[in-house]
């Protein structure tokens, strides 16, 4: 990696741990989410500072065990304050009620509450103002994901003279979807303030330029290499796709572990089936799990020389579990696994075994150890991390994994992976079919190429690429910004020399 003189500034709506209080007490707790994990081993080779919620506690104890925390680390915690309020509004509410439906191409299920999005600027404007404290001219400001949008806007705000880069881990929306948010251009400008803009697919590069093309038309871009530079009212913009990978080494060794082998082992024997199937995932709309039920009902249906042969473990990870759409989603699961259970099961087979709640690393690498196949099915996703967390643990190079085309990591893996579209029921269930028949060397031939993939294309190769990014990025234009009056909560900076966006 290019050298860094300064800090890493990390900016995400939470910490890598979190705040809790219990009976008259605060502890500190790891939170949920895969994003500390990805960053983990990034932070073997920096130093700085990690800036996001801990949690609604009282400043004294939170500060205390924040400090607390990070002795040990190559880097420290800063917290930014929200209530409770502030987080119904701007987590469930803007955040997961507006932009992850509607990135996910899933308009119907947004409530574009003006209440959510005023909410939404104070809290980026509050991230901003924190991260602008913390970081110095020499320091690298990384912003992570869709919480924290209209963050660059606010910390230009600040003068702060660092470097700023911001990664989106879900998708971009083509024109057509992005264009029902009503506040789609002060998203654009803002996103346009950050020096390095990274997406996880050469597709959400193409719908980010789409966009800008369409709805920021005084823009213009051109082609360096493998980013494209966007140029609005004097800044430029380097935007480029960056998929985000997994730490290979460390899954491999794991997995391979003899405590690992033995688990996977009696679990294989317990089960007593020739063919396991695994599923994991949050509990979201998105990943597809009720499609992937009924394909397997189909699978069941017409092939039943497979019944007793073959189990679908399906790991479903509570999230989100205080909106509405992931309680009716849960009951959906729930309702379709005891309909597809009570349909099929015969003394000493069981069709589906469903858990749903979180796992250990241990549990899960033993199930990724155990399995044959990873079934995949989401509708529409930023990358999906368990297909190559899945090729890393299969050391073996037995394993075969059915993914959705609609994932990044289809893009990488469609030369291994048997790739299905899951809106297409009776061709997720042929894909079952097909994994669990295909011979053995086809089947070492095809996870050796993903896990040569994987190893090569790992996580810390997919920070360095965006941090070399931005380190190489033209120096930030620092300066007040002006009112244009489109937007009187979120001024704008007036257009000077309007062009048009020329196709990248």
């Not at 090729?391 to 059915?402: L, M, N, R």
Request: glycine content about 6%.
């Amino acid at each position: 990696m290019k050298l860094l003189e300064g800090r890493l500034i990390t900016v995400s709506n939470r910490l890598p741990v979190e705040i809790k209080h219990r009976g008259g007490q605060s502890r500190l707790s790891r939170s949920a989410g895969g994003l500390a994990t990805a960053l983990d081993s990034i932070w073997r080779f920096c130093h700085g500072i990690w800036v996001g919620w801990a949690g609604a506690v009282d400043s004294g104890s939170g500060e205390h065990l924040l400090e607390k925390a990070s002795r040990g680390r190559t880097f420290s915690f800063k917290a930014v304050p929200l209530s409770r309020d502030e987080v119904s509004k701007f987590y469930s509410g803007f955040a997961n009620e507006i932009i992850w439906p509607l990135f996910h191409d899933m308009p119907s299920r947004c409530d574009f509450d003006p209440e959510y999005w005023e909410v939404y600027q104070r809290i980026n404007r509050r991230f901003a103002q924190a991260a602008g404290e913390a970081a110095s001219g020499k320091d690298l400001v990384w912003v992570h994901d869709y919480h924290l949008m209209l963050m660059g806007r606010y910390l230009r705000e600040t003068r702060s003279a660092a470097r700023a880069g911001f990664f989106l881990h879900i998708p971009f929306p083509a024109p057509d979807i992005f264009e029902k948010l009503p506040w789609r251009k002060p998203v654009l400008r803002a996103l346009l303030q950050y020096d390095v803009v990274g997406f996880q697919t050469d597709r959400d590069h193409c719908n980010f330029l789409s966009c800008i093309e369409r709805i920021l038309p005084e823009a213009r871009s051109s082609r360096d290499e493998s980013h494209t530079k966007v140029v609005l009212e004097g800044r430029c913009t380097r935007v480029g796709n960056f998929p985000i990978s997994i730490a290979f080494e460390e899954f491999a060794n794991h997995a391979a572990s003899h405590d690992v082998e033995a688990a996977a082992q009696q679990f294989r024997h317990e089960l007593g089936n020739k063919y396991l199937v695994l599923g994991v995932d949050r509990m979201d709309y998105t990943k597809g799990i009720p499609e992937r039920l009924k394909a397997f009902r189909i699978l069941l249906r017409r092939f039943p020389e497979l019944r007793h042969r073959v189990t679908l473990l399906q790991v479903v990870v509570p999230s989100r579990e205080e909106i509405p759409n992931y309680k009716e989603l849960r009951r959906e699961v729930e309702l379709l696994v005891s309909q597809i259970n009570g349909e099929f099961t015969e003394s000493g087979w069981v069709p589906i075994h469903y858990m749903h709640r979180s796992l250990t690393r241990k549990q899960l690498v033993t199930y990724y150890r155990a399995a044959d196949i990873v079934l995949v099915t989401s509708l529409k996703d930023g990358m999906n991390l368990v297909a190559k967390e899945f090729c890393a643990a299969q050391v073996d190079e037995s394993g075969v994994v059915v993914i959705s085309e609609f994932t990044g990591a289809a893009a990488e893996l469609q030369h291994g992976a048997v790739v299905v579209n899951p809106n297409d029921l009776a061709g997720v269930a042929e894909a079952i079919h097909r994994a669990c028949v295909m011979p053995l060397e086809e089947k070492r031939s095809r996870m050796r190429l993903l896990r040569d993939i994987v190893r090569t294309y790992n996580v810390q190769s997919w920070a360095e690429a965006f941090l070399n990014a931005v380190l190489m990025a033209e120096p930030a234009v620092v300066g007040a910004a002006g009112s244009s009056g489109e937007d009187t909560n979120f001024p704008l900076i007036a257009s000077s020399s309007p062009q048009n966006l020329k196709s990248a």
